[in-house]
């Protein structure tokens, strides 16, 4: 496995895979893998040769009181479990190789940026499409694989990619998560005792939501308010949303209709996380509803 450090080196490696005739894979990461990283990873070894996963603390998407100086970073250990997948390339550069000195521009997707995850931390998402749109350029994949934990992000990337022309498929990934719900996330490291425990109320409050569904409730808010009971019955959780939105648009709903997502954001001592549904039209009718958590 081959780990590179400069930009000049991965495009390279990219303009080599595509004059080959190659269907290269990219895994962006921002390292201090888990479970739900590596999912990707063999994603993108299924379907694609070579195979890239980036490995990048990307400082443009933290906000000034963020986590960014104590992120998590293992990068040997994800070095030797990427090793063992057979992964061809490790791009790791420093910020310095990112963003060199004179650096002033972003990607910013307007409107849906400034919703949700971009109204509680705000300039989060510029950083997050300026990193991926540079990623895409250096690395040249035929397809780029992202979670849908992110959902929103995953939403925004794509959104870019189509409106920039983007020659890159950008590939959905399903949530993975511990036996007891939680979903995976390199922040969980921060969970400690009650902390770790209470977290599983995201999850649970999703399924309060699913199992209203599944009763025949439709209206949004009688939805979200049934969410929202688990959580506030969390004392170590401080809620910053839970809201019923449209799939594509990213927009509240009144009435379940049509594909949609449960988005929830909070806090477990020191520690933010986020979690989501993806609830589906499946019926007929388009009545009933998949609710897939």
């Not at 004059?19 to 888990?34: C, F, K, S, V």
């Not at 063992?84 to 190789?97: N, W």
Request: with cysteine.
């Amino acid at each position: 496995m081959e780990i590179i450090r400069t930009v000049e080196w991965m495009k390279q490696r990219g303009r080599e895979a595509r004059d080959a005739g190659r269907i290269a894979g990219l895994a962006p990461t921002m390292g201090a893998l888990h479970e739900g990283h590596l999912s990707l990873v063999r994603a993108a070894l299924g379907q694609c040769s070579p195979v890239t996963v980036s490995i990048f603390v990307n400082p443009k998407q933290f906000g000034p009181s963020e986590d960014f100086q104590k992120y998590p970073r293992s990068f040997e250990a994800d070095c030797a479990a990427l090793e063992a997948l057979g992964v061809d390339c490790v791009f790791a550069p420093d910020a310095e190789e990112m963003y060199p000195r004179g650096f002033c521009t972003g990607v910013s997707v307007e409107g849906l940026s400034e919703r949700l995850e971009g109204r509680s931390r705000p300039g989060h998402f510029r950083g997050v499409t300026t990193v991926v749109m540079k990623l895409l350029e250096i690395v040249q994949p035929s397809i780029a694989f992202f979670g849908r934990k992110d959902a929103q992000q995953l939403r925004l990337i794509r959104q870019m990619a189509a409106d920039l022309n983007l020659s890159a498929e950008i590939a959905e990934c399903p949530i993975v998560r511990e036996a007891d719900g939680l979903a995976l996330s390199s922040r969980n490291v921060y969970l400690r005792g009650e902390d770790r425990t209470a977290a599983t109320a995201l999850y649970r409050s999703l399924c309060a939501m699913r199992d209203e569904i599944a009763a025949g409730e439709r209206t949004a808010a009688r939805l979200v308010a049934a969410s929202r009971r688990v959580l506030d019955a969390e004392q170590r959780v401080r809620l910053d949303y839970a809201e019923l939105v449209g799939k594509e648009t990213f927009e509240p709903l009144t009435t379940l209709h049509g594909r949609a997502y449960a988005l929830l954001a909070g806090v477990v001592g020191s520690t933010r996380l986020i979690d989501n549904a993806l609830i589906e039209s499946d019926g007929p009718d388009g009545d009933g509803f998949r609710v897939i958590i």
